[in-house]
């Protein structure tokens, strides 16, 4: 069965940065894109943006760009997204999504969630 | 971006009942539209997608209907376990953009 398993949850202080793990289990981790959301507290849901597990390849949203990092071990079906010069305002719980068919921007399997707390 | 607005932003109802959640496109989406389920303290599952394509596994009591810029989510029979939160998401253009979300609660 298909899982994601993400890293434990952080708290940083501002300025600093995080780098979280989504560890994919169940199915062939090159085939299918992995996608990054966050959900800061008692709020919606917000993309940040995607890896292609096979190329490398990244699409972030607009508002991330320069502060956020993605990559992938291929070796260990691992994920990652590293979010740089954190303040309060990126305090929110991190989900690693699954691609469904493959690219497109719905997700079909979701990891646990890491909670990022940012606080001086 | 565009902007999904979803109504009402929170709904009381009884088990039984049959609900109707809406959510509205700022431009045209054709069908890439999805609904997601989000209970509290966990990640959100896939319910409908392409507006209308019941996620395997998911009761035949949820379904959703619409295209271009409206489209709505109905649960014919409101369940125990329905009880949460639903969110609708644009797959149409990047950004993927989501609705603020419809909290569905015990009358």
């Known amino acids: 069965q298909v899982q994601l398993v993400q890293s434990g949850a952080e708290v940083k202080k501002p300025g600093a940065s995080v780098k979280v793990s989504c560890r994919a289990s169940?199915?062939?981790?090159?085939?299918?894109?992995m996608h990054w959301v966050r959900q800061a507290p008692g709020q919606g849901l917000e993309w940040m943006g995607r890896v292609n597990p096979n190329s490398g390849g990244t699409n972030f949203a607009q508002k991330f760009q320069g502060r956020v990092t993605m990559t992938r071990d291929t070796s260990i079906s691992t994920a990652y997204m590293e979010l740089r010069s954190l303040t309060s305002d990126d305090t929110a719980v991190y989900y690693c999504a699954r691609a469904a068919s493959g690219s497109g921007y719905y997700s079909d399997y979701w990891g646990q969630g890491t909670l990022v707390t940012v606080s001086s | 971006d565009i902007q999904m607005t979803q109504s009402p932003s929170s709904l009381s109802a009884s088990v039984g009942d049959r609900v109707t959640i809406a959510c509205r496109a700022s431009q045209t989406i054709s069908s890439y539209l999805n609904w997601y389920q989000q209970k509290p303290g966990k990640a959100p599952k896939l319910l409908i997608y392409a507006a209308s394509s019941l996620q395997s596994g998911v009761p035949s009591r949820f379904s959703g209907s619409g295209s271009r810029t409206d489209f709505t989510l109905t649960i014919s029979s409101l369940q125990p376990e329905d009880f949460a939160t639903y969110y609708c998401q644009q797959s149409y253009s990047t950004p993927p953009t989501f609705g603020g979300g419809t909290k569905v609660e015990i009358k």
């Open positions: 169940g199915y062939t981790f090159t085939d299918y894109y």
